[in-house]
Antibody
Framework: QVQLVESGGGVVQRGGSLRISCAAS????????THWVRQAPGKGLEWVAF????????YYEDSVRGRFTMSRDSSKDTVYLEMNSLGAADTAVYFC???????????WGQGTQVTVSS | QSTLAQPPSASGSPGQSVTISCTGT????VSWYQHHPGKAPKLILY??????KIPSGVPERFSGSKSGNTASLTISGLQTEDEADYYC??????????FGTGTKITVL
């Protein structure tokens, strides 16, 4: 069974940095890109970033481009999101999701809370 | 910046059908997600060659369509467990995705 587990969330001061992780199991052998999606308090889902399965392409939403960086450790089946220059607008639950085709997000994790304090 | 507009809410009684729309200035390949607050979102429809497909394990009462820049999700035979938030999403070219504004479905 495919499972995604996010970790690394927490409280960080405005302007600070944080790295969150997405560990995958059960998806080994399938070609899957990874998305990060966030949901701010009381708001809807917002696409944040995408990393192609082989690491060849990385795409970012305009408001995080230049501040957030996706990377992967294929030996651990883990994808990371390094977040810098964090602001209040980045406070959200961050979900990772796997894309195994058709531009859809097939499998989701439970999310990790990131809170930026002032 | 591209946006996908959805009605904020919709409702229906058990057994009824409800349809929600997703309209954008630019819409490409669409998928739909169900999200119960506090849980992981769930893929309920994906688009393959202009036809919407249901992933394994998703009830067949969910269906989708698309015409021009509007996609629609229909839930037939509404059940209490269908009460949730629903989001459409579309890729914008090959390097961006955008989510709809979300629709809260209430089962009366």
């Amino acid at each position: 069974q495919v499972q995604l587990v996010e970790s690394g969330g927490g409280v960080v001061q405005r302007g600070g940095s944080l790295r969150i992780s997405c560990a995958a199991s059960g998806i080994t052998g399938r070609i899957a890109g990874t998305h990060w999606v966030r949901q701010a308090p009381g708001k809807g889902l917002e696409w944040v970033a995408f990393l192609r399965y082989d690491g060849s392409d990385k795409y970012y939403e305009d408001s995080v481009r230049g501040r957030f960086t996706m990377s992967r450790d294929s030996s651990k089946d883990t994808v990371y999101l390094e977040m810098n220059s964090l602001g209040a607008a980045d406070t959200a639950v961050y979900f990772c999701a796997k894309d195994v085709g058709y531009y859809a997000l097939w499998v989701w994790g439970q999310g990790t809370q990131v809170t930026v304090s002032s | 910046q591209s946006t996908l507009a959805q009605p904020p809410s919709a409702s229906g009684s058990p057994g009824q059908s409800v349809t929600i729309s997703c309209t954008g200035t630019k819409i490409d390949i669409v998928s739909w997600y169900q999200h119960h607050p506090g849980k992981a979102p769930k893929l309920i429809l994906y688009e393959l060659s202009q036809v919407f497909k249901i992933p394994s394990g998703v009830p067949e009462r969910f269906s989708g369509s698309k015409s021009g820049n509007t996609a629609s999700l229909t839930i037939s035979g509404l059940q209490t467990e269908d009460e949730a938030d629903y989001y459409c999403t579309s890729n914008i070219g090959r390097d961006r995705w955008v989510f709809g504004t979300g629709t809260k479905i209430t089962v009366l």
